[in-house]
């Protein structure tokens, strides 16, 4: 077992959390595919204190998702530790604080991303939430807000001394959004140079390309958002035969009815879209979806679904 924090993970290889995606269901597939750990998306601290209920229920988790990390967003020390103070009562396995999204909604009001350019600020977030909860507290950064103002080192100091437990380090600047390549060496350098455990993020789209990332880096473990988008066999390491795949589709899909109703049917769609990418048929495929509405006319559209060999 590898042990990070307080946290004890059957793997390094770890789900990013995907806003839209990594829903519960999405995070219980991940988890059975042998993901270390998984990440709810991140969810507004002032919804949370302010009790909000479609933020609560965002923050909704089943055991076998565990370990779990709830993240948080926000810039007010007070605000985040008094969310966190609530998140505590769920009993997540950790909380993590934003500190990388780049979407101008939330950077243009002073959160996610835009955190990177105020380490002072870093420090009070973090130093209140630690304060606010007994669970392990872990950062999500970028390595800074763009190539000018690569100010990572100062980012970790902060992090470091405000008593996060470990840090998670996506290798772009905010600039890059998600462009270009990440930045594996400066995540190497931040590996070097942290007391506490860091976990490597950006671009990996296979199994092996984890284990080189980790080999490469010394991260203490690795996550993967994208390449697990219709893809969370990524975690095990297998590939699935296309009677496999179809099983596993209609495991999600039957997750998404049961987590949400028939209109987990329609929040189903921008996966199976993903799933079938790469399939011989897949523009057959889609367009067969597209004007599928049960789930019996989605399994027997998938019964079509031809190896790509
Ligand atoms: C559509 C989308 C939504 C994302 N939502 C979040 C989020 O809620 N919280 C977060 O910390 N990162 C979020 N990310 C960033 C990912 O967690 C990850 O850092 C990034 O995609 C790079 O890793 P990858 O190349 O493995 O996808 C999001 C990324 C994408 C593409």
Redesign the pocket.
């Known amino acids: 077992m590898l042990e990070i924090g307080k946290l004890k993970l059957k793997s390094p290889l770890v789900l990013?959390?995907?806003?839209?995606y990594t829903d519960s269901p999405f995070r219980k597939l991940s988890s059975e595919f042998g993901a270390g750990f998984t990440m709810t998306?991140?969810i507004s601290s002032e919804g949370i204190v302010r009790g909000c209920e479609k933020t609560f229920s965002m923050l909704k988790f089943s055991e076998a998702e565990r370990p779990l990390g709830i993240?948080i967003f926000g810039n007010n020390p007070y605000t985040l530790a008094r969310a966190a103070e609530a998140v505590t009562g769920l009993n997540p396995d950790f909380i993590d604080v934003?500190m990388?999204?780049p979407a101008r909604k939330v950077t243009g009001s002073g959160n996610g991303a835009a955190l990177l350019k105020d380490p002072d600020l870093i420090y009070r977030i973090i130093k209140s939430v630690v304060a606010a909860t007994p669970l392990n507290v872990s950062a999500?950064i970028r390595i800074g807000w763009d190539e000018d103002s690569l100010n990572y080192l100062d980012v970790l100091k902060a992090l470091e001394e405000a008593g996060v437990s470990f840090i998670i380090v996506?290798g772009r600047t905010k600039s890059q959004q998600?462009g270009g390549n990440?930045n594996w060496d400066i995540i190497k350098e931040i590996v070097e140079k942290s007391s506490v455990p860091v976990i490597g993020?950006?671009?990996?789209n296979s199994y092996l390309a984890a284990f080189e990332r980790l080999e490469f880096s010394k991260c203490a473990a690795v996550?993967?958002?994208?390449?697990a988008i219709g893809n969370p066999w990524i975690f095990s390491g297998y590939t699935p035969s296309v009677d496999e795949l179809v099983s596993v589709i209609v495991r999600h899909l039957d997750l998404m009815i049961e987590e949400y109703g028939t209109y987990g049917i329609n929040l189903m769609r921008k996966h199976l879209v993903r799933y079938i990418h790469g399939t011989k048929n897949a523009a057959k495929i889609r367009s067969s979806l597209v004007s599928a509405v049960t789930r019996e006319e989605i399994v027997d559209i998938l019964k079509n679904i031809e190896a790509n060999v």
């Open positions: 990013a959390p995907i806003a839209g998306e991140l993240q934003n990388g999204c999500k996506h998600y990440a993020n950006g671009d990996i996550m993967i958002g994208r390449g």
